[in-house]
């Protein structure tokens, strides 16, 4: 499973859980959306956990529009939805940050109209001009979050800063850490414990990684994104490579864990909203845009799904628990050497790929 698989099974376990607290029920979803928009209706293709009824309602109320939202469980099962029903009914879709840059490059989006999107300004401003999608020319964010260490601070001697903490306390660590099973994250993590970036297309620089985990390899318990919840809970577990957002949903289960975004640099995650070309209607696209940017949506949407919010105002909103709560918005040097996952072409993915095979099939 990769971060948004995961996400989606997820959230139907935890969800009532973490609705309960704010007074939040989950939305009635389609499986499929067959009828078209009229200008009273809005079909939206989103990740689960992203819509409930509330919130529906209110924006009904304020614009007289009937939501339908679907889900879908993957960018890669959404993009091949929409390519095989020629963009279907939707008029607002939820891809990731890498899924936008692949999206406008096969000519799916529309260019926004940014006369008609209200609250641009108020994005932080590393969320003004990101490299998946420079200007917002395409997107609008809606959540990030980050990659990192989730650990037990009673049972380790010395508590984790940097990725190179796995290596240097292997022995300590041995069978008691995971990684994810996602490549372009380990790879990525270890490739900015050498000093390279996230996102390298040098293949010595490639292969360097993979040698590098090589020598992890027989510490490691397993490369998975979701088992490490109960193991580290239980105690099997005394490091696990998470994304913030689950940290920040397994660490009120027990008061000795606490997430860490390595010093060197790490992952930024960025979930978003597009208007598909063929969407029917247009209108109401920016009329859910303008909602969704609104501070106290935004801001409600931050303390329900545990996912930060990339605007300044819904962050100003929230209490000042989670304000401060690191594991959702860290600070820098850390945050500052961060990078989106971004696509590095063919004939690398192929490379990265076959160490990635050679890795975990040993």
Same mark, same amino acid.
Request: net charge negative; glycine share 6%.
């Given at each position: 499973?990769?971060?948004?698989?995961?996400?989606?099974?997820?959230?139907?376990?935890?969800?009532?859980?973490?609705?309960?607290?704010?007074?939040?029920?989950?939305?009635?979803?389609?499986?499929?959306?067959?009828?078209?928009?009229?200008?009273?209706e809005?079909?939206?293709?989103?990740?689960?956990?992203?819509?409930?009824?509330?919130?529906?309602?209110?924006?009904?109320?304020?614009?007289?529009?009937?939501?339908?939202?679907?889900?879908?469980?993957?960018?890669?099962?959404?993009?091949?939805?929409?390519?095989?029903?020629?963009?279907?009914?939707?008029?607002?879709? *939820?891809?990731?940050?890498?899924?936008v840059?692949?999206?406008?490059?096969?000519?799916?989006?529309?260019?926004l109209?940014?006369?008609?999107?209200?609250?641009?300004?108020?994005?932080?401003?590393?969320?003004?001009?990101?490299?998946?999608?420079?200007?917002?020319?395409?997107?609008?964010?809606?959540?990030?979050?980050t990659?990192?260490?989730?650990?037990?601070?009673?049972?380790?001697?010395?508590?984790?800063?940097?990725?190179?903490?796995?290596?240097?306390?292997?022995?300590?660590?041995?069978?008691?850490?995971?990684?994810?099973?996602?490549?372009?994250?380990?790879?990525?993590a270890?490739?900015?414990?050498?000093?390279?970036? *996230?996102?390298s297309?040098?293949?010595?620089?490639?292969?360097?990684?993979?040698?590098?985990?090589?020598?992890?390899?027989?510490?490691?318990a397993?490369?998975?994104?979701?088992?490490?919840?109960?193991?580290?809970?239980?105690?099997?577990?005394?490091?696990?490579?998470?994304?913030?957002?689950?940290?920040?949903?397994?660490? +009120?289960?027990?008061?000795?864990?606490? *997430?860490?975004? +390595?010093?060197?640099?790490?992952?930024?995650?960025?979930?978003?909203?597009?208007?598909?070309?063929?969407?029917?209607?247009?209108?109401g696209?920016?009329?859910?845009?303008?909602?969704?940017?609104?501070?106290?949506?935004?801001?409600?949407?931050?303390?329900?799904?545990?996912?930060?919010?990339?605007?300044?105002?819904?962050?100003?909103?929230?209490?000042?628990?989670?304000?401060?709560?690191?594991?959702?918005?860290?600070?820098? +040097?850390?945050?500052?050497?961060?990078?989106?996952?971004?696509?590095?072409?063919?004939?690398?993915?192929?490379?990265?790929?076959?160490?990635?095979?050679?890795?975990?099939?040993?």
């Amino acid at each position: 499973m990769d971060r948004r698989q995961f996400l989606q099974v997820s959230s139907a376990a935890f969800s009532g859980l973490a609705l309960s607290g704010c007074g939040w029920t989950l939305a009635s979803i389609n499986t499929t959306a067959t009828a078209q928009d009229s200008a009273d209706e809005l079909y939206l293709y989103t990740w689960a956990g992203y819509t409930d009824d509330d919130l529906l309602a209110r924006f009904r109320e304020e614009t007289g529009i009937r939501v339908i939202a679907d889900v879908f469980d993957s960018n890669e099962a959404m993009l091949a939805r929409l390519q095989a029903s020629g963009g279907g009914a939707y008029s607002i879709i *939820y891809p990731s940050d890498y899924m936008v840059q692949k999206m406008a490059a096969l000519g799916l989006l529309i260019e926004l109209d940014k006369s008609q999107v209200v609250g641009l300004d108020q994005l932080f401003d590393r969320f003004q001009n990101p490299i998946y999608d420079p200007g917002n020319r395409y997107s609008v964010p809606l959540s990030w979050g980050t990659t990192g260490l989730i650990y037990n601070k009673a049972k380790l001697g010395e508590i984790p800063q940097d990725w190179d903490y796995l290596w240097e306390h292997q022995g300590e660590l041995s069978k008691r850490m995971t990684l994810l099973n996602d490549v372009r994250e380990v790879m990525g993590a270890t490739l900015r414990s050498l000093g390279y970036s *996230y996102n390298s297309t040098n293949p010595d620089e490639i292969e360097a990684a993979y040698d590098k985990l090589r020598v992890l390899k027989p510490a490691i318990a397993s490369f998975t994104s979701d088992a490490w919840r109960n193991q580290i809970l239980s105690g099997d577990l005394l490091v696990a490579m998470c994304y913030s957002s689950d940290a920040n949903e397994a660490m +009120p289960e027990n008061e000795d864990l606490e *997430y860490v975004l +390595p010093l060197s640099g790490s992952s930024l995650f960025t979930d978003t909203l597009v208007i598909p070309r063929t969407a029917p209607n247009i209108a109401g696209a920016y009329a859910w845009i303008n909602f969704m940017l609104q501070p106290d949506i935004a801001a409600q949407i931050c303390e329900r799904l545990s996912f930060a919010t990339p605007i300044r105002s819904a962050f100003e909103l929230l209490p000042p628990e989670i304000q401060d709560n690191v594991s959702l918005f860290p600070p820098d +040097p850390g945050l500052g050497l961060c990078e989106g996952i971004a696509p590095v072409g063919d004939s690398i993915s192929e490379l990265y790929e076959r160490y990635w095979t050679r890795l975990t099939s040993g």
